[in-house]
């Protein structure tokens, strides 16, 4: 498809892509105001060369892993345990560059050690023992062997987000030269800042661009006109370089970099409107329920850190825990920590509780970051660091973890939630909270392939959800409000009802749908339906999964029946939305459509006759460079295999639940085509679900506990006792103490030389008056005065000390 | 002119500012823009005597003296003026050089009652010739002097131009630190003795410590004496009461001179003197100070989110930040000790700002009462953006300078030197991550409670309430600017400081083994 020098080009220039809308928010800040469209044509450019190049970078990466396909003769391919032919380290083409390995290219950032020449080496022949794996046994191995390429290094040059260059790129394959990436710049312990290319990076590049522009171009029809037009495509582009920016990460301190700017984000767009405080709040809520989450962060990865013998290279770190020179209990600890951060970022319980409230942003935003983009960097996270959770939560032949434990609670916890939302964003907000646990729960389950391509679908539908609903609001004179103000909609605005059908179909899983696919390989890699594999048997996430699969369907039906059928209940006459709307709504259907398509099973394909190379696409594509020594080694995860089965069960289970929400609403709508619910249904009148009812409604208490016990108790009791504590006790003794020296002072006085105490005492300086004094003393030129005063009672107290002591 | 730079270079950037006081000192108080003139002329006829020597400075061997001078001063006690600049020292040096003219550039129309611009300024030029003169001084009695130096010219900024509490807060910072000094110098001079009285050279005596072989408790009680004076310089808890009650009461320059180069004199003399000289000794009390610095780090956020005046909460806050330095420290490491030098500069740095903002924000308001304050963004929007970004970096945004004091610290924590307890200091990183969640809630309350929102009814049409003036411009945005710079390129200050950082750090590898 491309000459190997253009994809080389790209795979080595794709700091662009973040690059571009760095420098976007950059002049959108300066100049935006200045500008006709106020800015957001500098961010719309940005983000369509960025997303052109993340189209290049995508079909140069599909061509790479398709020509190492067809080169079977070249590349090493190993028998897979349910007989499927899986490439392995690939060959290296002339230009040193291994097919379908990650493509490294990085500049150094900084450095901090000791200089290497002076470290005693474990082994002196290292950086010649990349595959020899016992050569990393030790754990204390500095690895300090040198690169050659970095002579005349300087990374002043930078631009942009300040990496790159392409000058003194230094690139490593890893899957060549397993070795080479700790930290060999020159002679001493460096920190790289890069980019890093393989499937699972360019498909979030894909998707992350993407979104970002049909975003971009949505909202300049629904924030029109509004105050802060301009600040708002700023940080859309900020958060857009970010993301890509940490999507990108070689070393785990580049993705702590890039976590945070995306929180930062978050944080300036869910209070876009500080001007209420509700806003605010919501926007202060997210970013400190994140830093909580963060607290694992920095603790895992600084444990990686030592543990990988001083790197913050993410190949490194997998590499060494799949081939076990790290203990497994210190993956376990650093896998439990990080989950911390995921359970925050990626809004798991019990840390998903700012994920609802960061509604309060434009709807826009919330497609983008609180639905599609930022909000899965936890899942990306786990899927970047894979072996290091799959090993330490010991995924292979459990049937319970953390991690599966987690995701499943959150996607059973959040979905129950979505039933008792009268908003119709927070019903998708608790159904993305209900979604990331569907993700979650896969990678718990060692379905690493099935949680991606989950992410990847996800992405899509949801946004379209998000987006359609804001066009519902638009329509509604900004409210969100199902009850009170929709019902009805599908009449009159057609674009917008079944752009949204779909996307609801599309998540509910009704086949041939995006989520269907991505959703039955999840519940396959469970493991526990007969014949499927897998890598253990999940029992419980597996019941959890079919519970989601029928509560989605439920909930969607219900939002689908409130807000599009029955009779309007707001007031003045709806409208369908513009074209700036309307259009990224139907791109975005279309998507969810078709992008289940691209992993199909070899069965289906077979099935309908269709060529087969058309299976599992998404699965050859993204999985074997982020995690390609991970696939093929002994502790490697294995693929479930599809089941028609299971697929015609859940999907049952799915249109059963969802058409009892229907036949539900049919019969009230029948009664009273305003009505929103039955007044004297089974919820007022049987005790037990009343309760069950305000359970959910109160969001299981646990706003109560954080805001109201913790951060309230922090806030409130802790802070006042510690400064109790700092104005009487501690003051209170030095002040004491100040009061005692007077007083002893006073009885010297009485008792020995009047004069020379006296000096002390004024050399002091007790009072402004006799602090004014000196200065005009000094003034009127008497300098020595001042300056025998200063050193004297410097030296008299000194030395008065000197002696007692 | 090279020959000038190599061997006076230092002297006369430390002392330039000094020679600006005294011909001021002939100028009648009258002519006060003359008088500016001067104090601006002689702190950047410093600065670009620094920047020359940084130009000059050979960054491949930035961990060993250059531009070093040493000469006979008092013969009798052997102490010499001995002065130098590396790695370690450069960055604050730099930081120094770089604050105090904006501070002068801030106070050409800030001259806080009851004025007298030129005594004002004239301290401010003391003070800077004290604090230049601690970094680069190579002796210990050179250092003493000039740590002391630094004393009464704030002292009397805060007794004269202070607030209403002015008197209590000028003793009450005088007495403490000198009571810390005291303390310091029996242990100079015990130190000096016990090595055979032959040199006050910081580095010598380094040496002469090992050949010596001075025992580990005597090592123990030598650092206690200057854990006292720097520990309350810095300050660190439970020494810190000084701190709220000056920084509340100083006026804004001296609030911005303290927070952003005063603290930093106590955690220089850690890692210059106390901790080289006296290896063994550091190792026995790297637990306390580790124990003491995160205590410091949730005391003071605990203590931020009491306080219901914004300047009173910036000064709590700086001892929580202090503490991510000092643990950094206490960790003995490479990553720990760098972490603290780009901490030092990088509170420095934000700090500084913050005082800025809360000074300008008080000569608007009249007030710094949190609750009456609010809407900053609606009626003064840069000036609330400068606070956003500000309050950003302090709580550690990556991205932004505060980060890279932080993180590292942290980092090193997990691992601190051979022969540290490995447990305690990995507790010590746990609170100290929690201390980065407190600390946002401090920082993000304060701007949602200043910044966010909508001005109250006392302030909404009041016309002195005006966004950023030229002078507020000029000094605030090069110090955001190189917030900015370090936060993307923590490289500019950690490949400075790494090489020296790392020969100390390799002491504690080899003592441990």
Redo the contacts between chains.
Sequence with gaps: MFAAEEVSWLFRNVWLIPALPALSFVLILFFGKRLPFKGAEIGIASVVVAFSLAVLTTFAWIGNIQSAESHSEEAIFLEGPDGEQTPIVLTAEEAGEARGAPIITEV????????AN?VILGTEGNSDAGHDEDGHSDDEDEDGHSDDEDAGHD?DE?EG??FGGDDNVVDVAFAEDGGTVAEAHGD?FSISIGTLVDGQSVMMLFVVTFISLLVHVYSTDYVKGDRRFTHYFAFLSLFTSAMLFMVLSTSTMQL??G???VG?CSFALI?HW??E?AN??AA?KA??TN??G??GL??G???L??AAGRTFSIPRINELAVNGTIPKGTLTIAAVCLMAAVMSKSGQFILHTWLPDAMAGPTPVSALIHAATMVVAGVYMIGRLYPVFFIGFGIAGSSINLMAFIGGLTTVGGGALAFVQKDIKKVLAYSTVSQLGYMVLALGMGAYTAGMFHLFTHAFFKACLFLGAGSVSHACHHSFDMKADMGGLRKYMPKTFWTFMIGSGALAGIPPLAGFWSKDEILVGAGVWPNTGGNGTYYLPFVFGMITAAMTAAYMARTIWLTFFGEYRGHDEPHESGARITTPLIILAGMAVVVGFLNMPSGFVKFFGAPEGLAHRFEDWVEPAGVSTFVTSDNGFTHAKPSLSLAIVATLLALTAGGAVVAYYRALYAKDSKATEYTDGVMSRIPGLRAGHKFLEEKYYLDHLYTGAI?GG??GP???A??WF?QNV??GI?NGV?KLSVGLGNFIYNIIDQKAIDGVVNG?????SG??Q??RG??TGQ?RQYATL?FGA?AV??A???FA? | MQSFLENWGITAMVFAPLVGALIMMLIPEREEGTHKLIALVSTVVAGGLGALLMLDFDYAKAGEMQFGRDMRWIEIINARYAVGLDGMSLPLVALTLFVVPLVIIYSWDHIPSPGNAKAFLMLILVLHTGMIGTFVARDLVLFFVFFEVVLLPMYFMIGVWGGEKRLYASIKFFLFTLFGSAFMLVAFLALYNLTGGESFNIERLAELVQSEGLSTRTQVLLFGGMFLGFGIKVPMFPFHTWLPDAHTQAPTQGSVILAAVLLKLGTYGFIRIAIPILPEGAVEWAPWIGLLAVIGIIYGALGCLAQTDMKRLIAFSSVAHMGYVMLGIATLTDFGINAAIFGMVAHGLITGLLFFLAGSIKERYHTLEIKRLGGLLVQAPKMGWVLGITTMASLGLPGLAGFWGEFPAILASYNPAPGLNQTVFRVYMVVAAIGTVLAAAYLLWLLQRTAFGTPSEEFIDDPEITDMQWNEWVAWVPMLIMVIVLGFLPGLLFDISNDKVSALGEIFQALGN
């Design positions: 150094e950032w900084f450095s901090i050690g000791p200089d002076k990374d930078e987000a300040g001493r702590i970099v976590w945070e700017l930062v209070g500080w001007e405080k605010s709040d202060l970013f400190l830093r909580v963060d607290i920095l603790i990865m600084s444990i850190y030592f951060a922090t806030k802790l802070a006042r510690t400064d700092n501690l003051d030095v100040g002091s300086g007790n009072s402004a602090a004014g000196f200065l000094m003034q300098v200063m410097t107290v000194a008065i000390f000197i002591v």
